[in-house]
């Protein structure tokens, strides 16, 4: 079992960067794939990004392609996003997330998820 809490969200105007940060709690956050996965009011959870558990491979979602980065610290069972460049279009609800097996910008399906609380960005 994997507990996720989401942090660095907020207000900032295009073209600003925000770093997100997840903490993971639990003994085998670190063997899990991690993700994160944003949505807006009305449309559907996109993936935007996902990293393996040893960190050596990202996928990134071809909007955010570039200008955000995705990284892992297991020694500190920490997730991350750095968002720059930001767009009024990136304005969503971001959520971290944890699955067994990476899929591009998602999991494998018809294993068990994890799943944040998400924290808010809004890009005026």
């Known amino acids: 079992h994997v507990q996720l809490v989401e942090s660095g969200g907020g207000s900032v105007q295009a073209g600003g960067s925000l770093r997100l940060s997840c903490a993971a709690s639990?003994?085998?956050?670190?063997?899990?794939?991690m993700a994160w996965f944003r949505q807006t009011p009305g449309k559907e959870r996109e993936g935007v990004a996902t990293i393996n558990p040893s960190g050596t491979l990202t996928y990134y979602a071809d909007s955010v392609k570039g200008r955000f980065t995705i990284s892992r610290d297991n020694a500190k069972n920490t997730l991350y996003l750095q968002m720059n460049s930001l767009k009024p279009e990136d304005t969503a609800m971001y959520y971290c997330?944890?699955?067994?097996?990476?899929?591009?910008?998602?999991?494998?399906?018809?294993?068990?998820?994890?799943w944040g609380q998400g924290t808010q960005v809004t890009v005026s």
């Open positions: 639990g003994d085998t956050a670190h063997l899990y794939c």
């Open positions: 997330a944890a699955g067994s097996y990476c899929r591009g910008v998602s999991f494998v399906p018809g294993y068990r998820n994890y």
